[in-house]
């Protein structure tokens, strides 16, 4: 994957992301709320993401998938491997409360796979935290340093407002809107953001 | 699935477009060369899209696909069923020489699945003859029978421009350019064009 390829040639402070837990201390300059240990998922987080994992696609407001996935093709779809990675925020260094979770993935195969794909979801019980923009950065960091060279989001509802604001001020930007992209069930059609950040 | 509901609610002369073929005579608007059959694949077309369509994919000039991409791969990408479509256009009537193949899908799940997606693959051995550009032209109007609301494209790489002209002539518009979001093999990294079209 040029992903990889990526990786090997830039000069980055990383070392082997590919075999070890990138926690806090990679991402110092990142506001992680304290409290809070952002970590790769492993299999034992699913049961505790798919409760309100569930519950935001049953909503069917901020994301374009089926509003009745099933846990299993939800965790096909949220737990990936290299060149992704999922990850979990939960309490504590130790903690099994999943807070949040975030996905990277190559957002094209081939030669369109230096650049990444990033999603996320987060707890309403956790709501307020600063949560989702602790994944965010977290996710962002992680794929500058596996040689992604940029982020791009393909569906972001603009009437998902919350996190339209949290990745511009991160430092994406709108390159489109596609316009009635997403039925809404309470505004009906409204546009959907390409947004994108170079890493 | 929004599109099958929007098949049923909309104002279309198209009749039941899931159980028939649709053939030059739905589509009199469209100048389909002469001597051209534009139907629905059959399993028995795959043996003959594979040929050129590995060819196009190793070149790695216009699709973000992985260029040791396996036929059963390829097949799985691109041989489609409801709510998407896949199409052939042959010689003749009862022809088996596909000189160009189309594809319409979904282009995103749930509540963004009355947006079509569509892709196409040209055998270079009938280019010049407007093949591309018929199939284009019955894509987009099998996927308005069928009740999507638009069209995009996501990845049109910009140094494509024979396709970029032929979607600009046809009503797509350029919606963004994600840059440097496609690793060409001769020209390095080259902006990839989103491209949409209200139906």
């Given at each position: 994957m040029p992903a990889n390829r990526d990786a090997a040639?830039?000069?980055?402070?990383?070392?082997?992301?590919?075999?070890?837990d990138i926690t806090n201390r990679d991402t110092a300059n990142i506001a992680t709320p304290v409290g809070v240990t952002i970590r790769e998922a492993v299999a034992e987080d699913?049961?505790?993401?798919?409760?309100?994992?569930?519950?935001?696609?049953?909503?069917?407001?901020t994301y374009a998938l089926p509003q009745d996935l099933t846990s299993d093709e939800a965790r096909a779809i949220w737990m990936r491997e290299r060149p992704g990675a999922t990850f979990v925020?939960?309490?504590?260094?130790g903690g099994t409360d999943v807070l949040g979770t975030a996905k990277v993935i190559p957002n094209q195969a081939g030669r369109g796979s230096h650049v990444a794909n990033g999603a996320f979801m987060i707890n309403p019980a956790s709501s307020g935290r600063g949560v989702g923009r602790a994944l965010a950065a977290h996710a962002v960091e992680w794929a500058r340093a596996a040689g992604y060279r940029s982020m791009q989001f393909n569906s972001v509802v603009e009437t998902n407002t919350a996190a339209?604001?949290?990745?511009t001020s991160m430092g994406f930007r709108i390159l489109a809107t596609v316009p009635e992209g997403f039925d809404h069930p309470v505004h009906g059609l409204v546009g959907i953001h390409v947004m994108h950040k170079v890493l």
């Open positions: 040639s830039r000069d980055t402070t990383s070392g082997d992301t590919a075999n070890r699913w049961p505790l993401i798919w409760p309100f994992f569930s519950t935001i696609v049953a909503a069917g407001e925020a939960v309490e504590g260094t339209v604001a949290l990745w």
